[in-house]
Nanobody
Framework: QVQLRVSGGGLVQPGGSLRLSCAAS????????MGWYRQAPGKQRELVAV???????NYADSVKGRFTISRDNAKNTVYLQMNSLRPEDTAVYYC?????????????WGQGTQVTVSS
């Protein structure tokens, strides 16, 4: 049973930084893609950043230049370094790990973590 455990998040002032981590346990396999999504109140969940094996990371336009996604395959962990945070970054952040088996996608989700940017 694969479980994703998220750490980080919290309250930060505008312009501040936070780092999120998401680690998979119970997995005997590697993941093709690891990513972060977020959902603000009253809005749909949106992709923040994703990093796939052998590819450059992709970012939402709203976070380019401010957020950095990285992964440690040996630890089955993905990180999201968030700098220059803005109030509009306030949301619940979710990690997502994806396996691809015989052209079928298998998604795993971590529990959300609240990020609040406010003075």
């Amino acid at each position: 049973q694969v479980q994703l455990r998220v750490s980080g998040g919290g309250l930060v002032q505008p312009g501040g930084s936070l780092r999120l981590s998401c680690a998979a346990s119970g997995s005997r396999f590697s993941f093709y893609a690891m990513g972060w999504y977020r959902q603000a109140p009253g809005k749909q969940r949106e992709l923040v950043a994703v990093i796939s094996s052998g590819q450059s990371p992709n970012y939402a336009d709203s976070v380019k230049g401010r957020f950095t996604i990285s992964r440690d395959n040996a630890k089955n962990t993905v990180y999201l370094q968030m700098n220059s945070l803005r109030p509009e970054d306030t949301a619940v952040y979710y990690c997502n790990f994806r396996r691809v088996v015989l052209a079928s996608d298998y998604d795993y989700w971590g529990q959300g973590t609240q990020v609040t940017v406010s003075s």
